[in-house]
């Protein structure tokens, strides 16, 4: 059975830092791309992050340079470092996981979500 749990969302004030986990089990972690989502209220849910099998990565242009995402595999587990936080950043954060290979990309995968508010 598939599971992502998310945990690290809290309340921050701007310009603090919080670290997101995903903590996956079910599969095996290291040939699945893994990526961070976020939902604010009433909008779409919107890639923050990804990070391929292989170790590359990529940004939304609206968190590059400030967010950083990073994978560990034998944790099974993939991170989102958040620094400098905007009010904007405030969401929910979800993490997603699909097969690296497309052929065998069936299904993506999703957590439950994590909540992250920036307020001061």
């Known amino acids: 059975q598939v599971q992502l749990v998310e945990s690290g969302g809290d309340l921050v004030q701007p310009g603090g830092s919080l670290r997101l986990s995903c903590a996956s089990s079910?599969?095996?972690?290291?040939?699945?791309?893994m990526s961070w989502y976020r939902q604010a209220p009433g909008k779409e849910r919107d890639l923050v992050a990804g990070i391929t099998s292989a170790g590359g990565t990529n940004y939304a242009d609206s968190v590059r340079g400030r967010f950083t995402i990073s994978r560990d595999n034998a944790k099974n587990t993939v991170y989102l470092q958040m620094n400098s936080l905007k009010p904007e950043d405030t969401a929910v954060y979800y993490c997603?996981?699909?097969?690296?290979?497309?052929?065998?990309?069936?299904?993506?995968?999703w957590g439950q979500g994590t909540q992250v508010t920036v307020s001061s």
């Open positions: 997603k996981a699909e097969h690296s290979i497309p052929v065998f990309r069936t299904r993506s995968y």
């Open positions: 079910g599969f095996t972690f290291r040939n699945y791309d």
